[in-house]
């Protein structure tokens, strides 16, 4: 279990949820980080859905992730429009996480000017307030 | 290839910023001019493919976009298709032009791609072109796309293939191509200290390396060989025309979308990337070209930077790359980038591109790539263009 936390820097709209992605979205908000796994290949898929994009076999099921990897590359934005306008600067990342996948996410609790390629990170849920909740990676010891 | 398509006439609205000017007006302009440069009026074109990208949202005109500003020019009564593939529309709709053409359903087809992306609130284009990434997935990121092509760039930053300089240095190419350019969006030559002290946008991308809003048409009529005579001008063939969607990429690596896509091409043609004179690469940042530049075979993977230094782009250069500025210099209104370089390199094929002319090319290559999903970009054309007469 990660921490779910409703005090965030940055805006946490409410995702899409529709019947592929509901087991995912409800996990999130208890702090379990969960994909689909393909039983047929063995890849993790990121993001998680029903067709392994790899071997394309239907056979995936959902398994827990470790919350853990690390930043593949970032880029410090600074400038941004809309709700991200007020929160400059904030980090856009890659972080490829120990079972394989890269996601895109934000890097959170940090100093933006010492985020650097090859940092260890571990999730954290920042909670939508409707069930569910976003995750992003804040920095972890190595 | 059995059945030979030309390109028969190109046009453009210059590129920038027209206050004035709705989105009919740029395309008017475009297509007019594609047409006069044709040979033909509006009469001559039996079908259209029509690319834009925004006008849904920016100016509320959902749907039938392409029949709305094609009648403005007198073009009815003809099959018209809507496209839409993001930053890559337009060279999609010169794709199913060639399609169109060599299924036999048409001799003349016009490709024509039309923007306009400054509005009053500059928010909503923003979110227009956040919606190029799949929004189901990248919702509640703040995602840009500055910021996606700064993670590339940051990646080769920290092996230490690309420098800090080379991202200045190729701005201030792109913009001293531009400055040749009467079609344009910035047409002001930099230096690589301007280009590193314009403002942050997305480390390690600042202002002077991006493309911005921008409003702009570009055209382009296709012909079945023979179909339209032009006596006394060189022809420009089309010698290739690939594409490919975007895809998961293994995490164990493999082949960029833009580098499967030109494989597609030299195969169709018969050439490799060293029988190219003269390309227009998607730098919707311009150190992306330092990065196209390997992924479409120029140099060996990591040397973009080595293969720039070296001066083989340059205008001058063995393998000049964006003549025309670049998206980051011309400009980059979405729906019209693919068809404006489609354009330049028609004119560079001819011997057409005045100030900015580079030294007798034969084969052309157009890279066009659009939206984003998980790494790869959401839709990839490439095409190689052949001027067939000798140069004299």
Known sequence: ?142 | MAEDVVVAGVGMHPFGRHSGRSLKDLARVAGLRALLDAGIGPQGVQMVYSSNAMAGMLQGQEMVRGQTVLREIGIEGVPVVNVENACAGGSTAFAQAVMAIRSGAADVVLAIGFEKMFVADRSRTLDALESAADLDVVAGLGIQFTAVYGMRLRARLADGSIARQDLADVAVKSHANGVRNPYAQHRVQVTAAQVLESRAIADPLTLLMCSSICDGAAAVVLARGGALPQPGRPTVRVLASASTSGFTLDPAGGPSGATLCAQRAYEQAGAGPGDVDVAEVHDAMAPAELLYAEQLGFCPPGDGARFFRSGATALDGRLPINPSGGLASRGHPVGATGLAQLAELTWQLRGEAGERQVHRPRIALAQNSGGWLEGESAAVNVHLLERTQRWT
């Open chain 1, 1 to 142: 279990m990660s921490e779910v936390r409703s005090n965030t820097a940055l805006p946490t709209p409410v995702p899409t949820i529709n019947p592929d992605s509901a087991e995912f979205w409800a996990a999130t908000a208890e702090g379990r980080f969960i994909t689909r796994r393909c039983t047929n290949c063995a890849q993790y898929i990121w993001y998680p859905r029903p067709i392994c994009p790899f071997c394309h076999s239907q056979e995936t099921t959902w398994e827990p992730l470790s919350g853990r990897g690390v930043i593949y590359s970032f880029s410090v934005v600074r400038k941004a429009g809309g709700d991200w306008k007020g929160v400059t600067p904030y980090v856009l990342a890659y972080v490829e996480l120990d079972e394989g996948p890269r996601m895109m996410t934000n890097i959170v609790d940090c100093d933006v000017e010492q985020v650097a390629i090859g940092d260890p990170v571990e999730v954290v849920f920042e909670d939508t307030g409707e069930g569910s909740a976003l995750p992003r990676f804040r920095p972890a010891p190595r």
